[in-house]
């Protein structure tokens, strides 16, 4: 079965550091990636996605990530980060039939 | 332009009881998506609808149906609530051909029940 693994559930950073969470895929077919971003108590808001084409994908709020087909990656970074950015942060991969299959999610906790 | 909406935003029922989610979007969209959120378990879908009328099971569809009578709206029924069905429930929507572009999320219904 096609699963997506979100490395660490929680990762906790300094204001003004890199931001890197770790995101694999497990998929025999070109995959379309999602990173999905919740806020507390909020619903998930599309961070970036990976279709075709350019492998390093910009999003939102700075964010960006690579798809690495080699590695079967699709970590997401930031290079400074911002207190505004602690929320949950999922990926996700989309199946043939449109459907997302998501991570189990990290935590991003930002210290002042 | 209001995207996704759900309603309630908030829910609790004792063991047993039934009760009907609602979602509705204004985008137009023809799939539609239910999915509940538990933690360190990501979201994992219960059913979705790929037009008006028609539905099909996602990964956890035991204890729950869903109707879709109308394509702006998408309904989750509980027949006979039960404490493991406590949860975050997300409804969701997209557009066929711009479905790649990803799905569109409601604000969430946080249910609990007894």
């Known amino acids: 079965a096609q699963s997506v693994t979100q490395l660490g559930s929680h990762v906790s950073v300094s204001e003004g550091a890199l931001v890197l969470l770790r995101c694999n895929y497990s998929?025999?077919?070109?995959?379309?990636l999602f990173w999905y971003v919740q806020y507390p108590n909020q619903g998930l808001q599309l961070l970036l996605k990976y279709t075709t084409g350019a492998t390093l994908v910009k999003g939102i709020n700075g964010f960006e990530a690579e798809f690495k087909k080699s590695e079967t990656s699709f970590h997401l970074t930031k290079p400074s980060a911002h207190m505004s950015d602690a929320a949950e942060y999922f990926c996700?991969?989309?199946?043939?039939?449109?459907?997302?299959?998501f991570g189990s999610g990290t935590r991003l906790l930002v210290r002042p | 332009n209001a995207g996704v909406t759900q309603t309630p935003k908030f829910r609790v029922l004792k063991t047993g009881q039934s009760m009907t989610l609602l979602c509705a979007q204004d985008m137009n969209h023809e799939y539609m998506y239910w999915y509940r959120q538990d933690p360190g378990m990501g979201l994992r879908l219960i059913h979705y609808?790929?037009?008006?009328?028609?539905?099909a099971k996602g990964e956890v569809p035991d204890g729950y149906n869903v109707s879709r009578l109308k394509k702006q709206n998408f309904l989750l029924g509980l027949e006979s609530a039960a404490p493991s069905q406590t949860s975050v429930y997300f409804c969701a929507s997209s557009a066929p051909g711009l479905a790649v572009m990803g799905q569109f999320f409601g604000p969430g219904t946080r249910l609990t029940v007894l």
């Open positions: 609808s790929v037009g008006e009328g028609t539905t």
């Open positions: 996700a991969w989309m199946d043939s039939s449109y459907k997302l299959i």
């Open positions: 998929s025999s077919v070109p995959p379309y």
